[in-house]
């Protein structure tokens, strides 16, 4: 415990909220769900679908607003912070990295086409890791609490020869939100995690390939993208869901599968240690604490 945590409930309310992947299926809903729950949003996405771009045209850019986003560039990431400063006045509360992708033609593990690195890592990986570094800057600089919703996958918790990639990125969403729990009680960000079944998105319908058909999902039933966006908003909502917790949520279960730092106490550890010693941590987010974001 610290004087800056643990975030406790957190109401969307009056809140800023940021969503990556927000043109389209689970980011877009999320973003809607938020907005309609009285949150300033700022959606950062390549491009709009029709739906989406005429619900943003619909309401008041002080509300609700579109930046242009490349999830793969830092750069780009780091702006749709400084934009919510310029637009809002300040930095978001609530961060959710909801973009990804699905063994696509131009990067996947079978194919093998890149030379230098796999986009889909710099998607899937990089791109939630830095989000959730950027976010508890921003917190920090506002002297605010906030709670970071990452969206993995029922892969990350088991494997597939057919994807693997995919699920090795999912893994290391879910892995990144276990080792992210105790920031909720000494820095006061609150990391969490939703792992879903499949879900009826352009992730799986906007495609050129035949992956829909090979993975057999058209014989699926699949959730709708609100299954899911109204678990990250009770995830966001709601202190039951402490710093670390991943949710699996698919059609026939709900389940808790990593419970978060508050309830882990006594639990089996496979490696016992000492604590690490975390001054060093301390020391950089006190550095900024109250320091101006920049652009």
Known sequence: MSKYGPVGDLPVQGKIVLVT?????????????????GARVIVGDLKLTQEAREYLDANP???????????????????????????????????????????????NFWDDTETD????????????????????????????KGVVCHVASTAGIRG???????STTKHAVVGLAKSLGQADPEFGVRIVCVLPGTVKSPLWEDRDDEVMKLTKNSERKLMPPKTIADMM????????????TCVLKTIAEERVVEEGWDKQAGKYDPSPRPDA???????????????????
């Not at 908003?233 to 670390?244: A, N, T």
Request: charged share 20%.
């Open 233 to 244: 908003l009770k995830m966001v909502e709601s202190k039951e869901y402490s710093g670390g």
């Open 61 to 107: 850019k002080s509300e609700i607003c579109f930046e242009t986003c490349d999830v793969t560039s830092w750069k780009s990431l780091r702006n749709l912070i400084t934009t919510c400063v310029k637009v809002f006045g300040d930095v978001p509360d609530v961060y959710a990295p909801v973009a990804g992708v699905f063994d696509p033609s131009w990067s």
């Open 117 to 144: 690195a796999y986009k889909t890592v710099a998607i899937n990986i990089q791109h939630p890791v830095k989000l959730t570094r950027l976010a508890m800057q921003a917190l920090a600089s506002a002297n605010k």
């Open 160 to 166: 597939n020869f057919f994807a693997p990639l995919y």
């Open 21 to 37: 992947g927000g043109g389209s299926g689970i980011g877009y809903t999320f973003a809607n769900l938020c907005h309609g729950r």
């Open 277 to 295: 010693d975390l001054s060093h941590i301390k020391e950089v987010l006190a550095a900024e604490r109250g320091r101006k974001w920049e652009a």
